[in-house]
């Protein structure tokens, strides 16, 4: 991707949170919190350590990561909508943790010190980014020698929760098909594709491992407030105002065979976690072509 239309997407992505970010992880349905909670356990911060959470939005892996660097560690936070780093920047100061810092910031391509963070975390972000490798690269030198790195992203669905999101299929530009993978012949659309990406962007010891995520929505009513709170509100937003009572009514339709006998629906999304290790033996920051 070129610079000026790189510059364009993180534009957009950044209009996009900053629009959702009051409603960003408050629909209680449990998705970004748990997602984050089990990338965090994956590359076990220790007491002391220094950590990155890149793209944090309202700090769904901040407050995980923050537990498990104290006493003595410290976390920095960016993520590149403003508005998302003002709501999270208030939830710190409600929690008191003055071992965290937060910048606005693209996560894309942070500018902050080479060399110097033990461990990183970006959960669902990556995808989002115009250029993964470019990120990828630049997330490695920011790490120190054996530093880890963890990422979350999305594998399968199951084949409700597909049927389920088609009905937005018909209003959405190119830009927006496919969006939990950015899209479906790349890199995230497999596990090797991901362990490739990053072993081709300098990282070492990249091993992968899926679970299931199973989430329950009260009614259809719930997940549509959900899908709005968050990026997926992007596809309402594809849908013209008249048509969007025909969209959750097809959605309510698709959903009837699943429902249980309050109404409630249960889906199913695998999602992959990834770790790897900046190489040791390297005193510097890391050279990556």
């Not at 997407?9 to 748990?34: I, N």
């Not at 033990?118 to 990828?136: H, I, R």
């Not at 849908?239 to 309050?262: F, K, M, T, Y």
């Amino acid at each position: 991707m070129d610079p000026v239309e790189s510059a364009e997407s993180a534009r957009r992505v950044a209009a996009m949170f900053d629009l959702v970010s009051e409603t960003y992880d408050t629909v209680s349905v449990p998705w970004f919190s748990p997602i984050a909670a089990t990338l965090v356990e994956c590359v076990a911060p220790r007491p002391g350590e220094r950590a990155l959470d890149l793209g944090t939005g309202r700090g769904a892996a901040l407050w995980p990561l923050a537990e498990g660097v104290a006493p003595g560690g410290s976390v920095t936070a960016v993520d590149i909508s403003r508005q998302m780093i003002e709501a999270t920047r208030r939830a710190v100061a409600e929690r008191d943790l003055d071992s965290v810092e937060l910048h606005v910031m693209d996560a894309g391509a942070p500018e902050l010190p080479l060399g110097v963070y033990d461990v990183a975390v970006a959960s669902l972000v990556l995808f989002f980014l115009p250029d993964p490798p470019a990120a990828l690269r630049s997330w490695c030198r920011l790490l120190s020698p054996g530093g880890r790195l963890g990422l979350s992203t999305f594998a399968a669905r199951d084949a409700e929760w597909e049927d389920l999101d088609d009905v937005f299929t018909g209003y959405l530009p190119p830009t927006l098909l496919d969006a939990r993978t950015s899209g479906g012949r790349g890199p995230f659309a497999s596990d090797d594709g991901v362990v490739g990406l990053l072993t081709g962007c300098g990282f070492v010891d990249v091993v992968t491992d899926c679970r299931d995520l199973r989430v329950h929505f009260t009614g259809v009513a719930q997940w549509r407030d959900w899908t709005w709170s968050h990026g997926q509100r992007s596809h309402w937003l594809a849908v013209p105002e008249e048509r969007r009572g025909d969209v959750l009514a097809d959605a309510a339709a698709r959903l009837e065979p699943i429902l249980d006998p309050d109404g409630g629906f249960t889906l199913t999304q695998c999602v992959r976690y990834t770790t790897a290790r900046r190489p040791q033996g390297t005193a510097g920051p890391v050279r990556v072509e």
